[in-house]
């Protein structure tokens, strides 16, 4: 008999849908059918099971790689670890939150940095909370209560597929029984995106005037006059839209990375957290950063109750953490040729990295964690493979409003792999004895 | 097994009614046993020092989702280290400590039980991952309540059997420890920018008043007998002229008597209610009002308070009180933080300084010193600073120096800018008052532990007991005449023993026993129309789903259950 496991949790985009069911075989090992799951979220069920290695492989002088026992690539990582003067590791973006502990753990003991996929994405979001703070809610709170929704920046309908289904534009809940017909959507991009396919206004701003906009906003909703176009958006199209903004019951900006990494950066997201303070003085409005792996919200909250702070963390002072981005943030400790070995845990820095860093990062021991071959493992020195994250590993994820998700495992990891965090716990214990 | 004997150590034990008898304290595979029971002991001298339980803080945020984002916006909160020598893990953060910190700096403090403060249920696995990595001393969370619409469409039509049964279930879904309620009905109010203004403002849509929803939960948690009380921030918290609220929410309690199996005596808690105690129209006219409101609580023994004092500190303030963060934003201008959560709630988290220049914050400060002094029964009037609402925790030995010296009080009044318009404001200049160290264990364990219902396993040393002592570098008959010397002992403990264990010894983390994740766990009768009622709640409302909402067990670290029997 097949077993379908209900109440998944999808391990692809940071919308975290909970509902899926899976269908597994009767052995328990093969994965035959995903529902509910967007098609690329049901893409990494079934991707699962193949091009897996059950061993770490440790590049030969010959360029090759050869198949090492765990405990040897344990031994290699932490005498690698214990060898460097300031070893970085980065990533983190899809693998669970007891992961992330325990990577923290060995990063403490090494005396590494420690960096997560905000560090070329969200992070200048957080150089703006940090200045200005972050009005937000949860995304059921959106499904109940929104009747105003603006996406800046952002185009779920492909990085998000089921974002606007399960929370913004077309549920049905609690005060909002009308679902997608009761609501305004307001898309703000440069470009006529699938989304933007969906609103009922679309202002095109010109690309890397979005502060200007948002200015143009904060003056209208003030009572003040502006000129007659803003950031190529006409002045009564503005008005419009700041009116529909003040008359909202309840309404959510949700913003991308068009925002946070177009010209401005964390100058938009500062504004825009401003136009959503200045909102409520009249009504109710919410700022919502669109984030992108299913759990790179959770580094940057593990390492704020470990640490203080969200990404690019220093513990080489070993009874200090430090954090000061554009110092201690991978690509341009990369850049300055300052980290002597390179840790790369659940992501893929060799293709998400420009490739000057990439170089010179190669230079020293490069040892890549995940669970498939990726463009990362194949420039390594060392590919240790581990269970994958709401497929064969359960555990907690945050979602990208903060809120805890409760992964399960449907089928179990090859024999013997290990999960990040016993692999990170055994590098610890490995590490104390060296 | 393990076996100690705290020798010749003054004894300060108010649950068996020690004043500073110089006594031996047996201790045997983490218990206190008699000392007859012990074979061969390892000795531990305590000869010329003050020997107390572990002390039970009843109210702090110190893990969650609002102390994190409080952690995670601030990094100026990180810009100076700890002068401490550091713990095994790394120390930081100042009015929100990191999860290591905030374990470790309890313990130094002789302190081994913490209440979280507030837990929205729907981050109970954040909370619990926090709890986790929170070394040495045990915690429990309280779930909050107050604005939950269960519990508010229950409250309305008076179903409390229902309520009972939906507040079993979210205890257990959640690992929870007590009915918090914060801001009842205003809250709820935020969801739509508004507040609740008076207890009886009636809640938008839900059309029930504050004052119904707090006599509602107190008839449910006496319903079930849970071990502690309903644990309530008043409506109306830090405005001028408050008080009349605030008495408006302790005569609810008016007619009901606890009713629970774990030697609690009060139906209401009113925590940090130095923020409820305030008079005038404004901020210029703003004045104490502890009078009156220690005058009513100590007339009625059916209500605890703890302080909620000011520390003078630069401080972070969170709170499920959402409509109170967005004003303060209002007065302070600076960066606020808002996460309203589905159906549960909604927290606000903005910095505060409170200045020693600043009339209404030295004001706060008499106000909470006050509320100390004009307790009468220290058993009912506890100290904490709503870490780290009022000041961060680690200031409870500044607080203890200045409630058991008044030359320490005159020392630090001596700092503030408008001292005269402090003292024509408040009474703390008339009060001679001085805490003796027998009212200061009452306050800070036998107190907080009877109030929470967990006065058979922390709070005393009564043999049975979880071997939890706290040893001060305190001579009762030779008392140092420096008050800072008070301070001082009380930051850094001689001793602590958790469990039988030494963590501590002279101020500095030697071990790190077990911690444990204490919660309750009610039986209720099978009730299908709040099953019915989750079940439809959680298909239409709610964005996870009910089976993963309910925390799995393998996220709740070394747990302890109360066990509560609620079906009969």
Redesign the interface.
């Known amino acids: 008999m097949v077993k379908k496991i209900?109440?998944v949790?999808c391990p692809f985009c940071g919308v975290c849908c909970?509902?899926l069911v899976v269908t597994v075989s009767d052995d328990g090992k093969k994965i035959l059918e995903v529902e509910n799951a967007c098609v690329i979220g049901s893409t990494v069920f079934h991707r699962a099971m193949s091009e897996r290695h059950t061993l770490p492989r440790l590049r030969q002088p010959d360029g090759t790689y050869k198949e090492i026992s765990y405990d040897e690539a344990i031994d290699y990582a932490a005498k690698v670890f214990h060898n460097a003067k300031k070893p970085l590791i980065y990533g983190f973006g899809s693998t669970n939150?007891e992961g992330m502990?325990a990577a923290a753990?060995v990063a403490?003991k090494a005396g590494a940095v420690i960096d997560n996929c905000a560090s070329i994405c969200h992070g200048s979001s957080?150089l703006a909370?940090?200045?200005?703070?972050?009005?937000?809610?949860?995304?059921?709170?959106v499904?109940?209560?929104a009747d105003v929704i603006v996406y800046w920046g952002a185009n779920p309908a492909h990085a998000h597929p089921r974002h606007m289904s399960?929370?913004s534009i077309f549920p049905?809940?609690?005060?909002t029984g009308k679902g997608h017909t009761g609501r305004k959507i307001v898309v703000i991009d440069p470009r006529h995106t699938d989304t933007a396919q969906m609103a009922d206004i679309h202002l095109q701003v010109k690309q890397g005037h979005d502060y200007d906009l948002f200015d143009a906003f904060r003056t209208v909703a003030r009572g003040h006059d502006i000129p007659a176009e803003v950031a190529g958006v006409k002045r009564e199209d503005i008005i419009e839209v700041v009116d529909i903004m003040k008359k909202a019951?309840?309404g959510t900006i949700f913003y991308g990375m068009g925002l946070c990494h177009s010209d401005g950066r964390n100058h938009n997201v500062d504004i825009a957290i401003s136009l959503t303070?200045d909102l409520?003085d009249f009504?109710?409005w919410?700022i919502m950063a669109m984030r992108g792996h299913y759990n790179i919200t959770g580094p940057?909250?593990?390492w704020?109750?470990?640490?203080?702070?969200?990404y690019c963390l220093d513990?080489t002072k070993?009874?200090?953490?430090h954090?000061n981005p554009g110092e201690t943030s991978s690509v341009d400790l990369a850049m300055r040729e300052e980290v002597d070995a390179f840790f790369n845990v659940g992501t893929d820095a060799a293709a998400h990295f420009p490739i000057e860093p990439v170089k010179r990062l190669r230079k020293h021991p490069w040892i890549t964690v995940d669970p498939h071959p990726n463009m990362a493992t194949e420039i390594s020195d060392l590919h240790i493979p581990v269970g994958i994250v709401g497929v064969e590993v359960?555990g907690?994820v945050?979602r990208m409003d903060?809120?805890?998700?409760?992964y399960r495992n449907v089928i179990d990891p090859p024999e013997g792999v290990p999960s990040d965090e016993e692999l990170f716990e055994r590098i610890y214990e490995r590490l104390c004895e060296l | 097994m393990s076996e100690l004997i705290v020798k010749n150590g003054f004894v300060f034990d108010p649950l068996q009614g020690i004043k500073g008898d110089r006594m031996d304290i047996g201790i045997k595979d983490g218990k206190f046993v008699e000392t007859s029971a012990l074979g061969n002991p390892k000795v531990i001298d305590a000869a010329g020092k003050t020997v107390m339980a572990g002390g039970v803080d009843i109210h702090s945020h110190v893990?969650g989702?609002k102390?994190?984002?409080g952690?995670?916006?601030?990094?100026e909160?990180?810009l100076f280290?700890s002068p401490l020598k550091?713990g095994n893990?790394?120390?930081?953060?100042f009015s929100?400590p990191?999860?290591?910190k905030t374990g470790y700096d309890y313990a130094r403090m002789g302190y081994v039980f913490v209440n979280e403060a507030a837990m929205p249920p729907?981050?109970?696995?954040?909370v619990h991952?926090?709890i986790r990595?929170t070394p040495i001393i045990d915690n429990a969370a309280m779930p909050v309540f107050g604005n939950n619409?269960f519990t508010l469409e229950y409250l309305k039509n008076n179903e409390i059997e229902n309520n009972a049964a939906y507040t079993a279930w979210l205890l257990r879904a959640t690992r929870g420890f007590a009915i918090k309620v914060v801001n009842p009905g205003g809250t709820e109010a935020?969801?739509?920018?508004l507040n609740c203004e008076s207890i009886h403002d009636p809640v938008p849509?839900f059309d029930i008043t504050p004052a119904k929803i707090v006599t509602g939960l107190i008839e449910t948690n006496e319903h079930l007998g849970l071990p502690h009380s309903v644990h309530l921030h008043c409506n109306n918290l830090g405005n001028p002229g408050n008080y009349v609220d605030t008495l408006d929410s302790l005569k609810l309690a008016e007619g009901y008597t606890a009713k629970n199996n774990f030697g609690r005596e009060q139906v209401l808690h009113i925590t940090h209610i130095q923020f409820d105690s305030y008079g005038g129209d404004s901020w210029r006219t703003f004045e104490s009002k502890a009078e009156e409101i220690m005058d009513y609580v100590n007339a009625h023994d059916n209500i605890t308070v703890d302080i909620g004092q000011v520390t003078l500190d630069e401080t972070t303030t969170m709170t499920a009180d959402g409509p109170f963060e967005?004003s303060l934003?209002g007065l302070n201008n600076?960066?606020?933080?808002?996460?309203?959560?589905?159906?549960e709630t909604?927290a606000g988290?903005?910095p505060y300084v409170y200045s020693p220049n600043i009339r209404v914050c030295t004001i706060q400060w008499a106000v909470g010193l006050e509320l100390a002094l004009f307790a009468k029964d220290p058993m009912r009037t506890f100290i904490s600073t709503d870490h780290p609402n009022a000041g961060p925790f680690f200031r409870y030995p500044r607080v203890i120096k200045w409630l058991m010296s008044r030359e320490a009080r005159d020392a630090t009044m001596k700092t503030f800018k408008w001292l005269e318009r402090t003292i024509d404001a408040t009474s703390i200049d008339g009060i001679d008052r001085e805490l003796t160290l027998y009212e200061i264990a009452q306050m800070t364990r036998a107190g907080p532990a009877k109030a929470l219902g967990i006065s058979n396993t922390y709070g005393g040393l009564v043999p049975g007991m979880d071997a939890n002592v706290a040893i001060y570098a305190l001579n009762p008959e030779d008392m140092p005449s420096d008050p800072e010397m008070i301070e001082k002992a009380f930051s850094q403990c001689a001793y602590l023993i958790k469990d039988g264990v030494v963590a501590v010894q002279n101020g500095e983390v030697v071990a790190e026993p077990a911690k444990r994740t204490i919660w309750v766990d009610v039986k209720v009768p099978d009730n299908a129309q709040v099953q019915r009622d989750i079940y439809e709640h959680f298909l239409?409302?709610?964005?996870?789903?009910v089976?993963?909402y309910k925390?799995?067990d393998?996220?709740v670290h070394n747990p302890r259950a109360i066990e509560v029997d609620a079906t009969q």
């Open positions: 209900e109440n949790g909970d509902d939150c502990a753990k403490e957080f909370i940090f200045d200005n703070g972050y009005p937000s809610c949860t995304l059921g709170e499904k109940n209560r399960r929370y049905r809940g609690f005060f019951r309840f303070r409520n009504t109710k919410t940057g909250v593990v704020s109750w470990q640490y203080g702070f969200p513990l070993r009874d200090i953490a954090m359960p907690i945050y903060n809120v805890p998700v409760q | 893990v989702p102390v994190n984002v952690r995670l916006f601030r990094p909160d990180k280290k550091r893990r790394m120390e930081m953060g929100v990191s999860t290591f729907l981050h109970s696995p954040h991952e926090e990595d619409w935020w969801g739509w920018g849509y967005h934003r600076l960066k606020w933080v808002n996460t309203d959560v589905e159906l909604a988290v903005v239409r409302h709610y964005s996870v789903g089976e993963n925390i799995f393998e996220h």
